[in-house]
Structure formats: structure tokens, C-alpha cells
């Protein structure tokens, strides 16, 4: 994955007054993931520095959304950042390549700066996915993600389901039976695995273990002479065992009989 260093920016404290966030922007983990955050500074005293780029007489934040929000719940007034100009395009690729490097970017917001990429600015999956240091198949797994009906969107950029949960909703081609199943999955806090076997099942190319009763299945044996060596084991041990048996084997044409006599001592 590409990733920026510091003789790319200028290093500069900055008001955090004067920093705006992008709109659509949503931390992974909320409220939780910036006290766990808050913690873990002041134990560790290193902070990466928030990524910034001046628009106008303010400063746009383009990564570092974690740290951000981190500084802002200490109360801190001035944050170092590292300043760069860049156009828009280039803010996207950074925003993308950036927070799925610090993992401070949920997974809907990165899906409308891709489309907004490919749209507006005409960039191919391949290309985006070379300038964020990602696969291609990723970029276009990350695109499809906006295809899901909104409520489900919602519960993914607040990180009530995962990544996995909602592009197993893909496989289930009904909006209806996407709501219903979503539903589910929150109501019995499934697991990815889980979610994934539930949206095959709803498409019946397979069974969910502890979500559908298990299928018996019985084996049919049509010729029962795969027993009769077994049989005669049987009454060969009984014969050691020092049991008076006698046994009696006939052929019928519809039938064959086994039977065993075993006289009293």
C-alpha cells in the first residue's frame, strides 16, 4: 500500500478550530474507538500527525480522523499536522490510501470517494487501485457496497455490521430479503461466517448449522447379502463363547433367511 512520509508535508501546528472534516465522514468504532484511543496516548505519549491540506484561510482534514477526534476530546486547541497543497483528486487517493492504512475510515465512506473518483474524475478501478496501493478487485468489492439499501449502509459505517456481513447481502439478489436478513443478523448477532451461510441458504445452495434444523439422511441397502459375513462372525463368536448355536442360511427367490438357534445350558 502506498503511504505518505513526512518530506512529502510541511509540518505545522494548526488550531484545531481552524480544521474541517469532510462530510460523510464517520470513524469506525464511534464514541468507543476515541476513548479507547485517548487511553492509549496518554500511556504511550506518540501520536502519528493529522494529514491536512489549506483550503482558503482553514485546512481540510484528508487522514488521520482518529487522531483528530483524539485531540479534540483531550480539549487540545492546536494540533500538529503535516500541510499539504493538493487537488481534490489527489486529497481522495490520499484520504483512501491513508485511512485504510490507519484503519480510521469506515468502509461506506471509502465506497463514495471511489464512486466519486470514477465519476467525477473519470479514474478507472485499475487506476485508483495503483494509486492507493490496493488490488483491483478490492477497489470494485468497495464500489458495489453502495448497491445495499440505505438502512443497511447506515448500520455499516456504524460499524453495527461488518464488511463481510454486508457484501455477503450482495449474494441475495431481493432488497426485501436483504432488509430481512440484515435484521436477522443484528437481532442475533451472527457472525460474518454465519452471515455468510445464512445469505447462501436463503439462495438454497446450502444448509446453516444451528440457523435450519439439520437434514437426516438415511443409507438404503437393497441387497442385504453385504450382512451376511458379519452374521456369520456373530455366531462364529458365540460358538467360542461356548453357546450351543446352531445356524441356518436359505435362499429364497425373494428372500433370504438367517436364522440362529441357541439352545439353553
Known amino acids: 500500500m502506498s503511504t505518505v512520509t513526512s518530506d512529502m ?9 481552524l480544521i474541517d472534516v469532510r ?24 501520536r502519528q500527525p493529522v494529514l491536512v491540506r489549506p483550503i482558503g484561510d482553514r485546512y481540510e482534514l484528508v487522514a488521520g480522523d482518529l487522531e483528530y477526534w483524539i485531540a479534540r476530546a483531550r480539549g487540545e486547541e492546536v494540533v500538529t499536522c503535516w500541510v499539504r497543497q493538493m487537488d481534490e483528486a489527489t486529497a481522495l487517493v490520499t484520504r483512501i490510501a491513508e485511512g485504510a492504512r490507519r484503519r480510521d475510515i469506515n468502509p ?33 468489492n468497495k464500489l458495489r457496497l453502495l448497491r445495499l439499501p ?8 456504524s460499524g453495527e455490521i461488518g464488511e463481510r456481513q454486508a457484501r455477503a447481502l450482495l449474494t ?22 454465519e452471515m455468510e451461510e445464512l445469505c447462501r ?4 445452495k446450502a444448509t446453516v448449522k444451528g440457523l435450519l434444523p439439520p437434514q437426516k439422511h438415511k443409507m438404503v441397502y437393497k441387497d442385504p447379502r453385504i450382512f451376511q459375513n458379519t452374521l456369520r462372525r456373530i455366531v462364529a463368536e458365540m460358538k467360542k463363547a461356548g453357546l450351543d448355536v446352531v445356524c441356518r442360511e436359505e435362499v429364497k427367490e425373494k428372500s433370504w433367511e438367517f436364522r440362529v438357534l441357541c439352545r439353553k445350558l
Do not use: N, W
Not at 508535508?9 to 478550530?17: E, K, T, Y
Not at 466519486?116 to 478490492?138: D, K, N, P, S
Not at 430481512?180 to 437481532?187: A, D, G, N, S
Open 201 to 204: 441458504i436463503s439462495s438454497g
Open 108 to 140: 461506506v465512506e471509502e465506497a463514495m470517494l471511489i464512486s466519486q473518483l470514477v465519476h467525477e474524475y473519470g479514474m478507472t478501478h485499475q487506476e485508483i487501485a495503483i494509486r492507493c496501493g490496493r488490488r483491483q478487485c478490492t477497489i470494485s
Open 172 to 193: 441475495v439478489p431481493e432488497e426485501s430479503k436483504q432488509l430481512e436478513l440484515f435484521r436477522r443478523c443484528v437481532r442475533m448477532k451472527l457472525t460474518a461466517g
Open 150 to 157: 440505505d438502512e443497511i449502509l447506515d448500520a455499516l459505517k
Open 23 to 46: 462530510e460523510g465522514s464517520c470513524l469506525p468504532g464511534g464514541q468507543e474507538a476515541i476513548s479507547s484511543g485517548v487511553l492509549v496516548s496518554l500511556v504511550k505519549g506518540s
Open 9 to 17: 508535508f510541511q509540518s505545522l501546528d494548526v488550531p484545531i478550530s
